[in-house]
DNA sequence: AGGTAATCGAGACGGTACGTCCAGTCTTTGT
DNA sequence: ACAAAGACTGGACGTACCGTCTCGATTACCT
């Protein structure tokens, strides 16, 4: 049984001028007015090559922002010792990534190529959850080894959530808002503020009746 | 002065008849294979009337979804006294809601039209989270007077943010991300220091009488 | 029962340019290279206008010759009362009119049109035939009015069929050809030559064995 | 001088198999619908070695049609001593093989493609008017020796054409038409002056030994 | 025997055109 | 004046072929 390819090789180099010429369309026009007459036209492509590679809309997105370019690369948490700076600066890292118009349009795109194809919506997913549950739990191991391993998933996709959902409604990810946002997830809208260390002894308020 | 317009009413039937006929389309095909054509045939109007109505398919696909069908009316938070039970309540009723197919393509749609659109992101932005924040921060008042004001828009958009995010990418908001979500946001990731899933062994004081 | 049209009432004025446009491209392009993109776009017309009147390349190819531009429209055969000098202007105002370059390429197109579809083969035939049979027998009536009828057909499809063959082939139809033909029809190819009067008793002169 | 050709030999096989291919192409789509594509997979054959052989569509409905398949093979007309029946004889076998759907469309092909091609319709001519005008001056030279000399071409491709241009239009070549079509070639339209249509009142001198 | 070179099947490549669908506008008739 | 019907321009869709260009694998000739 011969495995050798038989006919002319795909050229990468193409591919990745279909990328790039993706990537320009979507910052310049948007997912819904994407045009595969125009990328194939800026990548000096057929579009034929580009339907043999992507065959879809979506999955040229999908592609394009998630394993090409647009979508941060795993950013691990700084580990300075103290947690909630560490976090806040790097959700602040994220936040400057969407304030980015470039990158705004392009995970806005991305976003809607998700609510559009379920197989995007699960790279989505495994891309984007994976990366920042798995930042955020390498930094909290240590920083709260006892708390319940699904809190990392919440968390994580709390922050994520809140960040992708004001990138989408236009609204910028304030200093203040960042702010409480981390405040949020580490002691809870009720918790004790200002403290930054593991094993806070957060008590519950609510005296309840 | 004579305030009544001259020539033939405009048909308030019709213009709801649009809006049923768009909510169906969605259903069955998404934002993007979204057609003026098929809505104006479906809802037995001309294409002319419909555009009377609503200048563009974002414009069209908000109101529908915003205004008309498609997202859940402003559901308070209940007081029944025990806050992480009636967050977790109010949030199940939400869950439930996306859980339906058709209202999940619906919303689904709505993300991927304020994706395009800057009016309907602001009109998105203003229906959502302040429905959110209101119901949280009303209820949260008496539960919690002490928490910082920024605070609640924070959470509301964790909480809203994490459940459009799981839509988004098809994941299941399961019983035990709603308990961890409510967990994080009323405590901190580190606020519950039991150990296991299940919430039984979370501290919770909240009597629950 | 109303019999009155809804709608936008189709434009003749832009059927015409799209007959017209074709008509030039057939003249430039050929049959083969003709594109309903180009016509369209030279016609300031939309493609779907184009197939709204025309469902195909052949049917518009063979309304543009026949009934429009190319075909030369139906030249009675002019009666001097010398038969054979009438029928000899007759058929040499068509090979004028062949060979011109832009109605020779309109008349191999509509060859190749026919040659695909029997619609416009019908048509084609129903067209040519008809109107040369035409010419034909009312000049023949009174000069051979005992000549069987089947004749006529036989002789104007020889006489067509011979002139579009040379166009075919690119040979020219030269003035000697032209007499060749005439003469062939009129008296045979062992006829009598250069009587041009009617009743000539023409003798057979094939003696056999 | 070495005239041998390095390297491998070009096989005769496949371009049999090519010619046939295209064969059962034309007969099934026509000319327009040629693909080569599907020529060189239905001959298993690479697109290259098709090209290497045939530089064009034309050319290789050409070589298919004329030196291939498709066109009757040079048939002499017959000499029995009867010119009429000889030639009516003739005529028949050609319209036969026309009749036979696979041959119509094998030349219906080769019309369409001299419509195209300068250099198919010499070749076209070349074969067709060579080989039918050689048929009949050869028979006609004992029959008719005083007619003059461009009277064979002239007959020729009155006969040809006649026959051609049936062929195009989807008529079938009748036994009357047949008859009509020899007795207007060989005595003129005028000629026999009899008046019904059977041809049995026709007044034919030739006694048929 | 070991290059060297042309040919083979296969199939990717940049293009062009296809025929369909839809957007958004305009025109006509009916109410 | 509004409504339905539907024709209009324009443009993108996804597919099919065109003719060219690599590929690896065969053949053949020529040292």
């Known amino acids: 049984m011969s495995d050798t390819r038989r006919g002319r090789t795909r050229s990468e180099a193409v591919r990745r001028a279909v990328l790039e010429a993706t990537r320009d369309e979507l910052a310049a026009h948007g997912y819904d007015k994407l045009s595969i007459d125009r990328i194939a036209a800026a990548a000096g492509a057929g579009k034929q090559t580009v339907y043999r590679w992507y065959p879809s809309k979506s999955a040229l997105v999908a592609e394009c922002v998630l394993d090409g370019y647009g979508f941060p690369a795993t950013t691990p948490v700084p580990n ?52 920042s549950e798995d930042a955020l739990t390498a930094r909290l191991r240590d920083a709260a080894p006892t708390a319940r391993p699904a809190s990392a998933t919440a968390a994580a996709e709390a922050l994520v959530g809140a960040m992708l959902y004001r990138l989408l409604v236009r609204q910028p990810a304030t200093p203040e808002f960042l702010d409480s946002l981390v405040d949020t997830v580490l002691s809870g809208i009720q918790g004790t503020n200002g403290t930054d260390s593991a094993g806070t002894q957060a008590r519950d308020l609510t005296p309840d009746c």
Chains 1, 2, 3, 4 share one sequence.
């Open 80 to 131: 300075t010792g103290a947690v909630r700076r560490d976090l806040r600066d790097w959700l602040e890292g994220f936040a400057d990534h969407l304030a980015e118009p470039q990158s705004a349009a392009l995970i806005r795109a991305s976003t809607a190529a998700a609510a559009e194809s379920d197989d995007v919506a699960r790279r989505f997913y495994d891309h984007v959850t994976a990366a």
